[in-house]
């Protein structure tokens, strides 16, 4: 083919990528959504995961999709955010579902209950046993449509100003907790309460409050609770995991093109592994910053450990008793967590047992 017919084709071929240009245009078009956290800005790991969200929506979307961050209380208040979604007044939102189980207890399953599954098993559940199936049938009746977008891994136990030896120590302890476990600790002769994060160190300081948990070693000394409680207790049975989900509206979300939908996905399910890597390389090198500076680490005696199981699952059982969506979400977490915690028994566990105290010793 000679010069004169390469140019005669691309001529004839112009008119036609005139035509098609536009079509690409309204195909991607300029979208501009609001994101507010549940969390501070200070808290670099939970509230920096919506920054890399929107980050990564912009780089896939070549910046026609993007998404403008807020912390906590610019918008609406941190434990106001499902709410602010399900009215369209955000366009979306990252946050705990389990601060939401006054509306639906179920809601709880889909972060932490105590003594629940840890985050690989979580992660399981949600992916390949049914759990985001019937996440998504629960937060359709809020106008929401959810993502799985980050999880803490398991947490600690908590700061409190007095150590706690026995189950009396529990005895009208005033406890900022959250999820089913405050029910749990009022079952033991606590008085649960729920705190903002911004709010809990004040709390703390002017003993609103006896006790708090968060979530741990590094977000905690950010935060500065070691200045006010020295005692930092282990396990956080109440979250052996802590998922959290970016929360958008249904309507928001139906109306972006399947490019611009398929890159939020991906956006949240790459946080949803990374978050807790993040943690799992952060925390250890916190705790022993705070130990250092005079934080007493212990351990919940076993008594307490006991009485808190079988509260919990007496509290499960009531709550099936009471709520037919809790009943089925329940009757799916409850054999699937029997499962892999025997699974793990085998595997996981036997060499974490060995290894881990060798290492130690």
């Known amino acids: 083919m000679n010069r004169r017919s390469v140019l005669g084709a691309a001529a004839a071929a112009a008119p036609a990528a005139l035509v098609a240009a536009p079509a690409v245009a309204q195909s991607s078009p300029e979208v501009r959504w609001r994101l507010q956290s549940s969390f501070p800005r200070n808290l670099d790991v939970l509230y920096g995961t919506v920054e890399r969200i ?8 070549e910046n026609r999709f993007r998404i403008q961050t807020f912390p906590a209380g610019e918008i609406v208040p941190g434990l106001q955010v499902l709410d602010a979604v399900q009215a369209g007044t955000i366009e979306c939102g990252h946050t705990a579902s389990y601060w939401y189980i006054g509306k639906e207890p179920g809601f709880a399953f889909f972060t932490a209950v105590p003594f629940g599954l840890n985050t690989r098993q979580l992660t399981a559940w949600l992916r390949h046993g049914g759990g985001n199936q019937l996440a998504d049938q ?24 007095q150590e706690i030896r026995t189950v009396a120590d529990v005895q009208g302890l005033k406890f900022r907790i959250s999820g089913l476990a405050g029910q749990v600790f009022q079952r033991m002769g606590a ?14 300081e002017r003993g609103v409050i006896d006790a708090t948990e968060f979530v741990g070693p590094h977000d905690d000394e950010r935060l500065g609770f070691f200045r006010v409680a020295r005692f930092y207790y282990a396990p956080g049975w109440f979250e052996p995991a802590a998922r959290l989900h970016l929360m958008t509206n249904r309507r928001a979300i139906e109306a972006l093109p399947a490019q ?30 705070l130990v250092a500076n005079g934080a007493q680490l212990r351990f919940y005696p076993r008594e307490i450990l006991q009485l808190a199981w079988r509260n919990n699952e007496a ?16 009757d799916s ?10 699974w793990f028994r085998v595997a996981e566990n036997s060499f974490d047992n060995f290894a881990f105290a060798a290492t130690a010793g």
């Open 138 to 161: 629960l937060f359709a009746d809020y106008n929401i449509v959810g993502f799985p977008a980050g999880d803490t891994g398991a947490q600690m136990g908590g700061w409190f100003r």
């Open 260 to 289: 611009y939908r398929e890159a939020l996905a991906v956006a949240c399910a790459e946080a949803d592994s990374e978050m807790v890597s993040r943690y799992d390389h952060l925390n250890p090198i916190a705790l022993r910053r």
């Open 333 to 342: 977490y409850r054999p699937y967590r029997s499962e892999l915690f025997q």
């Open 54 to 61: 929107a980050a990564r929506v912009a780089a896939l979307t």
């Open 315 to 330: 509290l499960m059982a009531d709550l099936a008793g009471q709520n037919q969506r809790f009943r089925t979400i329940w």
């Open 191 to 204: 008085a649960p309460t729920l705190t903002a994060p911004a709010d809990i160190y004040p709390s703390l």
